[in-house]
T-cell receptor, first 109, second 119 residues
Framework: RKEVEQDPGPFNVPEGATVAFNCTYSNSASQSFFWYRQDCRKEPKLLMSVYSSGNEDGRFTAQLNRASQYISLLIRDSKLSDSATYLCVVTSNDYKLSFGAGTTVTVRA | GAVVSQHPSRVICKSGTSVKIECRSLDFQATTMFWYRQFPKQSLMLMATSNEGSKATYEQGVEKDKFLINHASLTLSTLTVTSAHPEDSSFYIC???????????????FGNGTRLTVT
């Protein structure tokens, strides 16, 4: 089983829609969690860290569910510019980073 | 925010030659840098972890004699692809951790990547 798994998508949504997707991790001792955004042929950029209490940054909301070992990302009021691949990154207790394969989101006009 | 500069952004080389890629942290010191490879439509694959002043730690299946890593200072790590072959063509990305941030909860700062094409 992969350490970090994501639904690859693609999620095709119209502008203004809400889209949400999860990332599951296998190591229960995982310490920290991040969502990165990667545009085609570019490097990943940090979107947001994910805190135990859940956190929000504008239209983006991240949640952590330790019991079920998953994190989620919700995008409200989707914009065309939100089209990208969203990578889930998990840090284990030995500081090793594991990347999900990414979830592709396409927002259409 | 923290900036990591990677150079070159694009390189085309002939089979059998070697290519060096530089990764610099511009406004912070990084005791640890990471090197990844990404093939089209695939996830980032960690190749090795580069530690300042010591030998790099390679992931399983990555040939250390083919992918030479040097981390001579707190702001510079280099990856040299030796005797490159067409199958080495890929997108190589480095990332770094700011040494002043707690390891367990610090995000990575990525370089802008190097697209290597071996002909």
């Amino acid at each position: 089983r992969k350490e970090v798994e994501q639904d690859p998508g693609p999620f095709n949504v119209p502008e203004g829609a809400t889209v949400a997707f999860n990332c599951t991790y296998s190591n229960s001792a995982s310490q920290s969690f991040f969502w990165y955004r990667q545009d085609c042929r570019k490097e990943p950029k940090l979107l947001m860290s994910v805190y135990s209490s859940g956190n929000e940054d504008g239209r983006f909301t991240a949640q952590l569910n330790r019991a079920s070992q998953y994190i989620s990302l919700l995008i409200r009021d989707s914009k065309l510019s939100d089209s990208a691949t969203y990578l889930c990154v998990v840090t284990s207790n030995d500081y090793k980073l594991s990347f999900g394969a990414g979830t592709t989101v396409t927002v259409r006009a | 925010g923290a900036v990591v500069s990677q150079h070159p952004s694009r390189v085309i080389c002939k089979s059998g030659t070697s290519v060096k890629i530089e990764c610099r942290s511009l406004d912070f010191q990084a005791t640890t840098m990471f090197w990844y490879r990404q093939f089209p439509k695939q996830s980032l694959m960690l190749m090795a972890t580069s530690n300042e002043g010591s030998k790099a730690t390679y992931e399983q299946g990555v040939e250390k004699d083919k992918f030479l890593i040097n981390h001579a200072s707190l702001t510079l790590s280099t990856l040299t692809v030796t005797s490159a072959h067409p199958e080495d063509s890929s997108f190589y990305i480095c990332s770094a951790r700011d040494r002043t941030e707690p390891v367990w909860n610090s995000p990575l700062h990525f370089g802008n990547g190097t697209r290597l094409t071996v002909t």
